[in-house]
């Protein structure tokens, strides 16, 4: 997991300024507005159904950034990034609800909330490691998800409905439902990308890398550990609650359901199959993911018309944990460091191209 | 009163001494050294001055502050650094980058700062970014700027090591071994660097080295270990001549049996007024 990409030729910088710049060269920049323009315009081919999954993807692609921070970048492992999702839902929604909040103020309240949490949570960091701490992650999720299926106030765990969303006169209605978040999320991941390159560029980024790869070496720096492993439960958990409250507005509502320990095992395997400190991994993940879901229903489709399996078995059901389980074990034998290592490979071998590596 | 006073430290692992009543004192701007044999304790020493040990009875004092309990980044934060014996570096990160790390606590701003980018942390950044160049010029380790660290040849991360120490811009550097399996030539260059550093930054000096001739060379002052006591100290001159040291370092008794408590007990407790008073 090398936290820098190894410089390339093309880099003229005579002054530090340029040369802490967000992009590599010039070539970079191009590629990324390029790769923006494609994004915007890419609703306008793609078929209504798929721009659910796009919306998905990009919502789990804030909350795998989020896991990233926290598992991938600082190397604390987190189980319970579906409870932080949860939390910034619930804050986010609730709050909306009660004082008319706009998105905006909702998903600022909501992220948040969830770093509040996430920075009592991350206490036993402190202490623990490894296994350990997993397991007291783990024990948080399941105190959310028990507390919230206790409470009145946020209706038992059924469903809370999120308030309509309206921006610049646009509404989201019944038919533009897709579009509509596509347009809204996209900003949003976008804006989030940037400002975790900009805290990568500076010494709270770097302080989390050292505690990773060298804590002992850290402290001697004069990192506080403590200061640093919160500060990343904090940051990672702030996300996951942006990711949380857009997914109760994109989903009309906020169920128990969509934040249990299924949702956290998914986002900690979106994050390793797009690559643990990668930021283009943290799309990649979910994509790869919420693709593979697809792809195995139409699998299944095409065998229940074969007739091999009698009435009222269905395959979806049995395909879909099969193959995810499946993907992840493959992944960690095979390509540990996730699909971003094959995007670093294409882009080196773009780079060089006519040459060989 | 020295810069750096350590008072009768002992450090116990599981019932045995690594340290046992150890008292040395380091003046300002000297350059003092620890010799003694493997296992004499003097990696352990330099854990408790920088704070991953703490001392299981006496005192550390570091100017104003008592060192013994303190946690390593505090110590840090008071002004001293530390090359590591066995190299403590962020292996997948570049030259440049572990550098950039030693100056976290001269670096302030907040997260939100940090997170604009522009303005503030961007100037702050490129200022650090500044003087880790000029630590790169005096270590001379111009080519290796950019590489991963793992990448490099032991000698040059184990001057990685000291310049990472130095960038953190302390009052007083803790060297531990920082020429071991290094040839001639790279040792001679560490020499010129450890002299510069004294003299050209004005900081203190405390180096752990077993190449003798070097440590006589270059050191204000000496003390020497010897399973976990400290049995001389001094000028390079006296330690030389001592009679206790030559035992120690060549096995061959010139008077009374290195084993006997007594005789070692009391030479170390001799020797620990000797310096009181010499510091
Ligand atoms: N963490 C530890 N746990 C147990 N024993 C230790 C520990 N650190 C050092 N020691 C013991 O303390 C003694 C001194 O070791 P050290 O300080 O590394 O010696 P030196 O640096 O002089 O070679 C050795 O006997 C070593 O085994
Ligand atoms: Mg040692």
Redesign the interface.
């Known amino acids: 997991?090398?936290?820098?990409r190894?410089?390339q030729t093309g880099n003229y910088k005579t002054?530090?300024?340029q040369?802490?710049g967000i992009f590599a060269n010039r070539k970079e920049l191009i590629w990324i507005v390029l790769l923006l323009v494609a994004l915007l315009l890419a609703p306008l081919i793609t078929p209504r159904t798929m721009l659910r999954d796009f919306d998905l993807i990009m919502i789990f692609g804030i909350a795998a950034l989020g896991l990233n921070i926290t598992t991938g970048y600082t190397g604390l492992i987190n189980m319970g990034q579906g409870a932080f999702m949860g939390v910034g839902a619930y804050a986010g929604v609730v709050a909306a609800n009660a004082f008319n909040l706009n998105l905006f103020f909702a998903l600022l309240f909501g992220g948040l909330s969830a770093a509040l949490i996430g920075g009592i949570v991350g206490l036993p960091s402190l202490r623990l490691k490894h296994l350990y701490l997993a397991v007291a992650t783990l024990a948080f999720q399941e105190i959310f998800t028990w507390g919230v299926g206790h409470s009145r106030l946020l209706a038992q765990g059924g469903a809370i409905p999120a308030p309509a969303v309206s921006i610049f006169g646009f509404r989201d209605s019944f038919l533009t439902h897709n579009l509509f978040w596509y347009y809204l999320i996209l900003p949003i991941l976008a804006f989030l990308v940037l400002?975790w390159r900009?805290?990568l560029?500076?010494?709270?980024?770097?302080?989390l890398?050292?505690i990773r790869?060298?804590d002992?070496?850290?402290?001697?720096?004069?990192?506080?550990?403590a200061t640093a492993k919160l500060?990343s439960f904090m940051l990672g958990s702030f996300y996951a609650g942006v990711a949380g409250v857009l997914l109760a507005y994109f989903s009309k509502s906020v169920v128990i359901e969509d934040y249990g320990l299924d949702v956290g095992i998914k986002v900690l395997a979106m994050t390793i199959v797009g690559g643990l400190g990668s930021i283009p991994g943290s799309v990649f993940g979910p994509a790869f993911i919420i693709g593979l879901d697809r792809v195995m229903e139409q699998v299944a489709n095409w065998l229940g018309g074969l007739n091999l399996f009698p009435s009222g078995v269905d395959v979806a059901t049995a395909l879909r944990p099969l193959s995810f389980g499946l993907a992840i074990m493959l992944f960690l034998m095979f390509q540990p460091h996730g699909l971003a290592s094959w995007w670093d490979k294409l882009r080196q071998y773009v780079t060089r191209w006519p040459y060989k590596s | 009163m020295s810069q750096l006073n350590i008072e009768n430290v002992t450090l116990t692992f599981g019932g045995v001494n690594a340290l046992s009543g150890v008292s040395l004192h380091v003046p300002e701007h000297e350059i003092v050294s620890i010799i003694g044999p493997n296992g004499a304790g003097k990696t352990s020493l330099l854990n408790c001055i920088s704070g991953f040990y703490h001392p299981t009875k006496g005192s550390i004092r570091f100017g104003e502050h008592e060192l013994g309990r303190a946690a390593p980044n505090v110590v840090t934060g008071f002004g001293i650094a530390r090359a590591f014996q066995n190299l403590e570096l962020f292996r997948g990160l570049t030259v440049v980058e572990n550098l950039l790390l030693a100056r976290h606590t001269h670096i302030k701003y907040s997260l939100l700062s940090g997170a604009i980018f522009y303005g503030k942390a961007s100037r702050i950044e490129a200022e650090n970014r500044a003087y880790v160049e000029r630590i790169i010029d005096f270590m001379e380790l111009q080519a290796y700027r950019r590489a991963p660290v793992g990448t490099l040849s032991y000698g040059v991360q184990k001057r990685v090591e000291v310049a990472r120490a130095l960038t953190l811009q302390p009052q007083l550097l803790l060297l531990d071994e920082p020429m071991a399996g290094m040839n001639v030539e790279e040792k001679e260059d560490m020499v010129r660097f450890i002299l510069d550093i004294r003299e050209e930054q004005g900081v203190t000096v405390v180096l752990i080295e077993h190449d003798l001739g070097v440590v006589m060379d270059i050191s204000d002052r000496v003390y020497v270990l010897d399973f976990g006591v400290r049995i001389a100290g001094g000028t390079p001159a006296e330690v030389s001549a001592d009679p206790r040291v030559i035992e120690a370092y060549t096995g061959v008794g010139s008077g009374h049996d290195a084993s006997d408590p007594a005789s070692s007990d009391q030479a170390s407790s001799d020797q620990a007024s000797a310096g009181q008073v010499t510091a």
């Open positions: 997991m090398p936290a820098t190894m410089s002054t530090y300024r040369d802490q400002v900009n805290v560029r500076g010494k709270h980024g770097r302080s890398i050292a790869d060298n002992r070496a850290a402290a001697a720096m004069g990192i506080n550990p500060t």
